[in-house]
């Protein structure tokens, strides 16, 4: 079955510090992939996607790229903010049994 | 647009007690999915729906049932609550899925005591 492994936390960083938290999945077939991002007392925002090898997602200056070679989906912020402290999680959906399957979340908090 | 609505959002039951939650997917999608998450479990997929039909259902008791209406907004229920179905309950909309986006709603907050 399909499975997603994701770098677990707690991550502490100061601002304007890099992050890079790590996912790899199992999947058959051409799976897509997403991060989303979870703040206190919230649901899941997606914070990016990318559904097809090599095509890299990006939003509010959060990058990562799908690679099929290493099954690998790592989400990287160059420069960190307060505001970016929250709970993020790697998810993938194969496109054919309607689901995402999450990894465990990785919480991530900024200090000032 | 208005996002996925989900109500109640915060609600407490007794053990024994059954429990319905509803969800109004964004305007326009017709899938509805439905997730636990739990401090020891994480996410946790229950089930989805398209057009009135059960697609996929998630290893969880029978006691976790679904359902959705013409148009397009769902309920789930559980029955004889136990304490271990205490979760954040979220609900999820796609216009198809496959690989449409997958949109949540910020999720009903289940105490059983």
């Known amino acids: 079955g399909n499975s997603v492994t994701q770098m677990e936390g707690p991550v502490t960083l100061s601002e304007e510090a890099f992050l890079t938290i790590n996912c790899t999945y199992t999947?058959?077939?051409?799976?897509?992939l997403f991060w989303y991002v979870q703040y206190p007392g919230e649901g899941l925002q997606l914070l990016l996607k990318?559904?097809?090898?090599?095509d890299k997602g990006s939003n509010k200056g959060f990058e990562a790229t799908y690679r099929k070679e290493t099954t690998s989906f790592h989400l990287e912020k160059g420069s960190v903010q307060v505001s970016d402290s929250a709970v993020y999680f790697c998810?993938?959906?194969?496109?054919?049994?309607?689901?995402?399957?999450f990894g465990a979340g990785t919480t991530v908090t900024v200090r000032a | 647009k208005a996002g996925v609505t989900q109500t109640p959002r915060y609600l407490i039951k007794t053990r024994g007690q059954q429990v319905t939650l509803s969800c109004s997917p964004i305007?326009?999608?017709?899938?509805v999915s439905w997730y636990q998450q739990t401090p020891g479990q994480g996410l946790q997929f229950l089930f989805e729906?398209?057009?009135?039909?059960?697609?996929n259902k998630g290893n969880f008791p029978g006691r976790f049932s679904g359902r959705q209406f013409s148009n397009s907004r769902s309920e789930m229920n559980v029955s004889t609550l136990e304490l271990g179905d205490s979760a954040l309950y979220l609900c999820a909309s796609s216009y198809r899925t496959g690989e449409d986006t997958i949109y949540f709603g910020e999720g009903s907050w289940l105490t059983v005591v």
């Open positions: 990318a559904t097809k090898a090599d």
């Open positions: 729906y398209f057009s009135e039909t059960q697609r």
């Open positions: 998810a993938l959906s194969d496109n054919s049994d309607y689901k995402l399957s």
């Open positions: 999947a058959t077939g051409y799976p897509s």
């Open positions: 305007s326009g999608h017709r899938s």
